[in-house]
């Protein structure tokens, strides 16, 4: 029973002999133990120092001369522009203002002979101009509304026998009452057959020719039985005349999409943008 006593006593010693000062660990590293990536502590995130780019201070118009100035290409003469306007602006000295004011006044030379060369060039090539369907005066401006009207409701009244309408309506559609005085004036004054469709009553017909809304309007080529929507609501007289003698130029075979906007009075000028589609022009 004597032995357990010295024994703990012993092992006391040697627990307090190995924890001296001499080797005792330094207490702070018991204090800040719980520190760390263990304890998802993260260590700040070192930023990269980027350096700051500096900027072309050493542009000098001087290296120039005028002639390299004006044959410059113009992307590279307005990059030099921008640079001289930002050394100029960074330091607005009397050198520095004053070559970019130099550079502006070469700008606007260009610009004059480029609107003088071009103006030149008009005036001796029409062909590349618009005047000759789109005139600038009040008299032809006239006259070309003039050709308009008499080009559009001469090939609608030559029309009449090769060319149908169709109008789809419904019973309660209100819009459908303000199409139809619109529609019978157009047949008092051109004498086109116009057909009345209701889709309540004749739903196999709005399934054929795709209705899907009214009032409704199509136009029916005799000849070939093929049809073209002409609008979709009510349409004025206006429009329903320009979109019919479009139409029926196409479904001829007159223009092409391509040409939808174009007078017959226009074709082989200006306004036709299939002039010289399929011919070998030389550029000049």
């Not at 006593?9 to 800040?32: C, G, H």
């Not at 223009?255 to 200006?270: A, D, G, H, V």
């Amino acid at each position: 029973m004597a032995v357990f006593p010295v024994f703990a006593n012993q092992t006391r010693k040697s627990i307090q002999n190995s924890l001296s000062p001499k080797k005792r660990p330094d207490s702070a590293f018991y204090e800040d133990k719980k520190h760390g990536w263990y304890w998802y502590e993260i260590e700040p995130e070192q930023l990269e120092k980027k350096e700051i780019p500096k900027s072309d201070r050493s542009v000098n118009l001087k290296a120039y001369t005028y002639d390299d100035l004006w044959n410059m290409y113009p992307d590279d003469f307005q990059e030099l522009v921008e640079l001289i306007k930002k050394k100029a602006v960074q330091y607005p000295t009397k050198d520095n203002v004053k070559d970019f004011m130099f550079l502006q006044d070469i700008a606007r030379r260009k610009a004059v002979a480029f609107a003088g060369v071009f103006t030149y060039v008009a005036q001796n090539s029409h062909e590349l101009t618009t005047k000759d369907v789109y005139p600038i005066t009040k008299p032809g401006q006239r006259a070309r509304v003039s050709n308009i009207m008499q080009e559009k409701n001469g090939t609608i009244m030559a029309s009449k026998k090769d060319f149908a309408l169709i109008m789809f309506f419904s019973e309660d559609c209100s819009y459908c009452q303000a199409q139809l005085p619109i529609l019978q004036y157009f047949t008092e004054n051109f004498q086109w057959p116009v057909r009345m469709v209701n889709i309540d009553t004749n739903p196999a017909a709005a399934d054929r020719f795709n209705i899907s809304i009214t009032p409704q309007v199509i136009l029916v080529y005799k000849k070939t039985g093929d049809y073209m929507p002409i609008s979709s609501g009510v349409i004025s007289l206006s429009e329903l005349k320009t979109k019919l003698y479009r139409s029926i130029k196409l479904m001829r075979g007159e223009i092409t999409p391509q040409q939808w906007f174009l007078y017959e009075f226009e074709k082989n000028k200006s306004a036709d943008p299939l002039k010289y589609v399929g011919q070998n022009v030389q550029i000049k």
